[in-house]
């Protein structure tokens, strides 16, 4: 039965020691901004980069950086209507970035509201999102906005 016990506490101790190793991430805001329109409705364009939180410091660069750039549509009751999302991956040394991935996303909260175009491309250090969010009554499209979303990384990381 020790022996038993013995293996168990030695499993467990062995599954916690392993779970410290490995960092969890949390997002960080970078840059908010907002566009006000002349109906009353408004735009928050807001950078979040992904940062790993660890137990363990090290002084090397990170080589990777994943981030998001999006674009929340509120009516100017203070509704969010649709967000939109270019969420992308960096990787950079110090004298170079390069963009690895970009993929769009959306989410529609106003029933009216339909988002009709989401497409991403990167090329070099930017990731850039094409997004177009129509507004319907009675099936015909009434208003239509347009978003492009670019990400940029710096050489030293840093998301713009």
Do not use: Q
């Not at 039965?1 to 960092?23: E, G, H, N, Q």
């Not at 410091?57 to 967000?83: C, E, F, M, Q």
């Not at 509201?113 to 989401?118: E, G």
């Not at 969010?133 to 906005?145: M, S, W």
Request: glycine residues 6%.
């Amino acid at each position: 039965m020790k022996k038993v016990l013995s293996i168990i506490l030695t499993l467990l101790l062995m599954i916690s020691l392993c779970l410290f190793a490995f960092a969890e991430t949390t997002d960080h805001i970078v840059s908010s901004t907002v566009d006000v329109y002349s109906d009353g409705s408004y735009g928050v364009t807001t950078i979040t980069e992904s940062v790993a939180v660890s137990t363990v410091s090290t002084n090397a660069p990170r080589a990777t950086k994943p981030g998001s750039i999006s674009y929340s549509h509120y009516d100017a009751s203070n509704v969010l209507l649709w967000k939109v999302t270019l969420n992308a991956t960096f990787t950079y040394n110090g004298t170079t970035a390069t963009c690895t991935s970009a993929t769009p996303s959306y989410t529609v909260y106003g029933s009216a509201w339909k988002v009709t175009k989401s497409t991403a491309s990167h090329s070099g250090n930017t990731a850039t999102g094409s997004f177009t969010a129509k507004r319907y009554t009675l099936g015909i499209p009434v208003e239509t906005v347009n978003k492009t979303l670019t990400l940029t990384c710096s050489p030293s990381g840093v998301l713009s």
